[in-house]
């Protein structure tokens, strides 16, 4: 067409919104009408201080500019008080010289605070945070993997002439192992724009098959975006998922994901929603953040992933929101009193201030810390102080490390070169050791090995039900879980190639018998959902019915037990009971900045017979992660000394894991329970269990 996206994104057609957002709009504009001579940008400033929750996006929809135009105007990149006064000061400290650019100034930031991120030095001197993230400054590595990216750089240089682009496509064909992230390190471009590159959306022969198949019986039209063929190929393969759209049309999976159509739920999901949104509409002006706030506030049990579904967002957008992440007072008390004690420093990072809260509340988990620094747990639980091990496994983990060193690989390709040199290192001590999340090695296919006999066995199931053209992974486990009942969510993810969770969840896995499922009906019946979140109606359903379990609560709600179990409403316990634990809380309360697990530690300590079960109840927390606390894995004095005479003749070897030793451990005392062998290796019975030495027949 002659034409560059920008100018494409431009045209009013091409920027086509709902009529009732459009309506919005409108009104806002109508309000705020652009003055004589007035900019497009001075318009949308305008409009911004008459109505304070506009986005950026909507703003540029009513003046008719690019979103980015919009988005790097300070108007719309208001920070808290707190934040302004931390920015302003480190602005105040290294100013910006005559002469220097925004970009050159940003570099100067960043050397004088290391710590301070992209988005920071954007606000300060008034830039794009995308465009200050891609500058070789906010891109800094360690010293260990800049070598490594430098000697993948010399391995294949870029050529006279070549693009980045280009580049990074030559890097991955070089490299083939090579991430996104590290080669637009070494390109110098923005990761997100090296991920949408078709060289680095690369799948099986057998997955590319299938989404060719896709896109053959669904092409794209002339003048169609990616987003609208996206949308159509979702309605004519309503199984397909956002991340093979997305590899179909050439973008990102979470541009993809936060389209409606793949946003689609139950229909009594919908009409619950759609209540919902009746009962607490958005008001003129109101931006989709603001709308989900007073959505919980009008319905406190309301997920962000059902607000997300209602604005029209993303969760990951609506979770990190204040509303969104209340705590019980007394928890708030608690994070509240850690952090006066070990209170931001100016120019402190929220990471750099977790890891120091880390370092005077050892106890302190992700979770707790993200609530106080005002982040992602996810983003806390990936750092490395947060990812702490025992001096003993750290020498364990640096050993297998120094056997089979990175070498210039990536994390993922370290990972499966450690697991063909230890073939009982388990994901997550992988993660550790190459530092990485354990979710993104454990699914990898290094780590989903099962035996030749189990191999055999899901072959056969495959070979039987075999995955048709077009069909996704998901629909064809549902094919394998109809043609085998007795499938197991584990095993058909190891066929289809997709992680158990995922699997799990889908209702072709959740089945129950016949009479349990007329049962559970019946309770339905009883004590129909009201409109309110799962959680209400499981707490509903459990006051009605005060002997159904977690479990039966969770199939009629279509979710999972743990999010059920932990609910307060689920741990009941007689009047009898719950006196006793009231007075072993009141003997051992908890301190001022103890956490939970702390906290059931001193119970354990006070009252040597507590079980996990009543300690989790007392602190308000799930019994398995206090069942793992080293306080609540003790055994008799006699049991004690039985599993040190059994470690004593089969100690643990150099470099050994503590799956390969519970091994070596059951070889030579057949009769060894897992119980006993996690209790002696110091790892939990579940993962022991699992070994094939402990589930020999």
């Not at 200050?132 to 870029?158: G, H, M, N, W, Y």
């Not at 109606?537 to 005060?546: Q, T, V």
């Amino acid at each position: 067409m002659g034409a560059s996206t920008g100018d494409l994104v431009n045209r009013a057609a091409f920027r086509t919104v709902s009529a009732q957002d459009q309506a919005r709009l409108d009104e806002i504009a109508r309000q705020t009408p652009r003055q004589s001579r007035q900019s497009k940008g001075a318009w949308a400033d305008a409009l911004k201080a008459a109505h304070p929750n506009l986005s950026a996006a909507d703003a540029a929809v009513i003046v008719g500019v690019v979103k980015r135009v919009i988005a790097r105007r300070a108007a719309y990149r208001t920070v808290s008080a707190q934040d302004r006064a931390r920015l302003d000061e480190i602005a105040r400290q290294t100013p910006q010289l005559p002469g220097q650019s925004k970009g050159a100034w940003a570099d100067a930031l960043k050397a004088a605070h290391p710590d301070l991120s992209a988005a920071d030095a954007a606000i300060i001197v008034g830039a794009v945070k995308q465009d200050i993230a891609k500058r070789a400054a906010f891109q800094t590595v360690s010293a260990q993997d800049q070598a490594r990216l430098d000697e993948i750089a010399a391995v294949t240089p870029r050529l006279p002439g070549q693009s980045k682009g280009a580049w990074a496509d030559a890097l991955k064909a070089a490299h083939p192992d090579l991430s996104a992230a590290d080669a637009a390190i070494i390109v110098n471009a923005v990761k997100q724009d090296i991920a949408k590159r078709t060289a680095f959306q690369t799948v099986s022969a057998q997955d590319h098959a299938r989404l060719d198949e896709i896109a053959r019986q669904t092409p794209q039209l002339q003048g169609q975006s990616k987003g609208a063929w996206a949308d159509a190929l979702k309605a004519a393969h309503p199984d397909l998922s956002a991340a093979d759209a997305a590899a179909i049309v050439g973008a990102v999976k979470r541009v993809i994901a936060r389209r409606a159509a793949f946003q689609t739920v139950s229909a009594q999901d919908q009409a619950r929603l759609d209540e919902i949104a009746r009962q607490t509409p958005r008001l003129p002006g109101q931006s989709k953040g603001a709308w989900a706030d007073a959505l919980k506030a009008a319905h406190p049990d309301l997920s962000a992933s059902d607000a997300a579904i209602i604005v029209g967002s993303v969760k990951h957008n609506i979770v990190k929101r204040a509303a969104f992440r209340t705590v019980s007072a007394q928890d708030q008390a608690r994070l509240d009193e850690i952090a006066r004690q070990t209170p931001r420093q100016s120019r402190q990072s929220k990471g750099a201030w977790a890891d120091a809260l880390k370092a005077a509340h050892p106890d302190l988990s992700a979770a707790d810390a993200a609530t106080i620094v005002g982040a992602l747990k996810d983003d806390i639980a990936v750092r490395a102080a947060f990812r702490t091990v025992s001096a003993q496994d750290r020498a364990r983990l640096d050993e297998i490390a120094a056997v089979t060193p990175r070498q210039g690989r990536s994390n993922a390709a370290w990972a499966d070169a450690l697991k063909a040199a230890h073939p009982d290192l388990s994901a997550a001590d992988a993660a550790t050791i190459v530092g990485a999340a354990k979710d993104e090695i454990a699914r990898r296919a290094a780590f989903r090995t099962v035996s030749a006999q189990d191999q055999a066995r899901l072959d056969e199931l495959a070979r039987q039900t075999p995955q048709l053209p077009g069909q996704s992974n998901a629909a064809w486990a549902d094919a394998l879980k109809a043609a085998h009942p007795d499938l197991s969510a584990a095993d058909a993810a190891v066929i289809v190639g997709a992680i158990k969770q995922d699997i799990a969840k889908r209702a072709a896995f959740r089945t129950v018998s016949a009479q349990d499922q007329a049962r559970l009906d019946e309770i339905a019946a009883a004590t129909p959902r009201q409109g309110g979140s799962n959680a209400a109606w499981a707490d509903a359903l459990k006051a009605a019915h005060p002997d159904l379990s977690a479990a039966d609560a969770a199939t009629i709600l279509g979710t999972f037990r743990d999010d059920i179990a932990r609910r307060a409403a689920f741990r009941t316990v007689s009047a009898q009971d719950q006196a006793r634990l009231d007075e072993i809380k009141a003997a051992t309360p908890q301190l001022p900045g103890q956490s939970k697990g702390a906290w059931a530690d001193a119970l354990k300590a006070a009252h040597p017979d507590l079980s996990a079960a009543d300690a989790a109840i007392v602190v308000g927390a799930v019994r398995r992660d206090i069942a793992v606390r080293t306080a609540f894995q003790t055994v008799s004095a006699q049991d004690q000394a039985r599993l040190d005479e059994i470690a004593r003749q089969t100690p643990q070897l150099p470099g050994q894991s503590k799956g390969a030793w519970a091994d070596a451990l059951k070889a030579a005392h057949p009769d060894l329970s897992a119980a006993d062998a996690a209790i002696i290796v110091g790892a939990s019975k579940k993962r022991i269990a699992r070994r094939a030495a402990f589930k020999v027949i």
